[in-house]
């Protein structure tokens, strides 16, 4: 089911600052996402890997910890998603993984961090931002103890209850550790927003000329 009819990707605070000085003004901004930033703990999501629950992981293990983990801690708030990758070649498990309602007509946002660690510079995390199965977002973790903040924003073709997926695309065994924080869907409640020109038929992502840098923040370990 063919459910996004355009896509803009950006990875820099830049883009997001030039599009909020461009538009006129919306209503209340309404936040779909459970526990993106995981400061409820182990909940409101689900995943093919093993949750360790609070555990530190282990191979093919996610685990929402308040923590250092190989350097790394929360983007923000006290808590994260901490993933340990697998191995296992053509798996491509999903990493996170949470139902959303949409309205079809209507254009979402979506946003996260993505970290990486000091365990090993390579493989580094990737994953492939999926919605209803159909990959909008690719992404990964920088090679080092620190997160990129990574968005897109797309408008739904179809109402209906959609999966929102995080699949893991790296692979390798001595590596591929990584955090996840602050996942964020949200849609603006209210008229006044320019509006959303559909692609045609088969259009791919269109990537915008304002999204060239990666907007990256260090962090100490703890």
């Given at each position: 089911?063919?459910?996004l009819k355009?896509?803009?990707l950006w990875c820099s605070a830049a883009f997001v600052a030039a599009v909020m000085a461009g538009s006129a003004s919306y209503g209340a901004t309404i936040e779909?996402?459970?526990?993106?930033?995981?400061?409820?703990?182990?909940?409101?999501?689900?995943?093919?890997?093993?949750?360790?629950n609070g555990g530190f992981p282990g191979l093919a293990t996610v685990s929402?910890?308040?923590?250092?983990?190989?350097?790394?801690?929360?983007?923000?708030?006290?808590?994260?998603?901490?993933?340990?990758g697998g191995q296992v070649p053509g798996a491509n498990p999903s990493v996170w993984n949470?139902?959303?309602?949409?309205v079809a007509g209507t254009d979402y946002t979506l946003s996260f961090a993505l970290g990486g660690t000091s365990a090993a510079?390579?493989?580094?995390?990737?994953?492939?931002?999926?919605?209803?199965?159909?990959?909008?977002?690719?992404?990964?973790?920088?090679?080092?103890?620190?997160?990129?903040?990574?968005g897109t924003s797309f408008t739904a073709a179809?109402?209906?209850?959609?999966?929102?997926?995080f699949v893991e695309t790296s692979l390798g065994f001595g590596g591929n550790d990584y955090a996840l924080?602050?996942?964020?869907?949200?849609?603006?409640?209210?008229?006044?927003?320019?509006a959303t020109v559909p692609l045609p038929a088969g259009g791919v992502l269109l990537l915008s000329a304002l999204g060239l840098g990666a907007l990256t923040r260090r962090r100490k370990a703890a």
């Amino acid at each position: 089911m063919d459910i996004l009819k355009q896509k803009h990707l950006w990875c820099s605070a830049a883009f997001v600052a030039a599009v909020m000085a461009g538009s006129a003004s919306y209503g209340a901004t309404i936040e779909l996402v459970t526990n993106g930033g995981f400061e409820d703990g182990n909940t409101g999501f689900s995943t093919d890997f093993t949750n360790a629950n609070g555990g530190f992981p282990g191979l093919a293990t996610v685990s929402v910890l308040s923590t250092n983990y190989y350097g790394i801690t929360a983007n923000s708030g006290s808590s994260f998603l901490a993933v340990n990758g697998g191995q296992v070649p053509g798996a491509n498990p999903s990493v996170w993984n949470q139902d959303i309602a949409v309205v079809a007509g209507t254009d979402y946002t979506l946003s996260f961090a993505l970290g990486g660690t000091s365990a090993a510079p390579l493989p580094v995390g990737e994953v492939s931002v999926q919605f209803d199965g159909l990959e909008i977002l690719t992404a990964a973790a920088p090679a080092g103890a620190s997160y990129l903040s990574f968005g897109t924003s797309f408008t739904a073709a179809s109402t209906g209850t959609f999966s929102l997926s995080f699949v893991e695309t790296s692979l390798g065994f001595g590596g591929n550790d990584y955090a996840l924080d602050d996942i964020s869907l949200t849609f603006d409640d209210g008229a006044g927003g320019p509006a959303t020109v559909p692609l045609p038929a088969g259009g791919v992502l269109l990537l915008s000329a304002l999204g060239l840098g990666a907007l990256t923040r260090r962090r100490k370990a703890a």
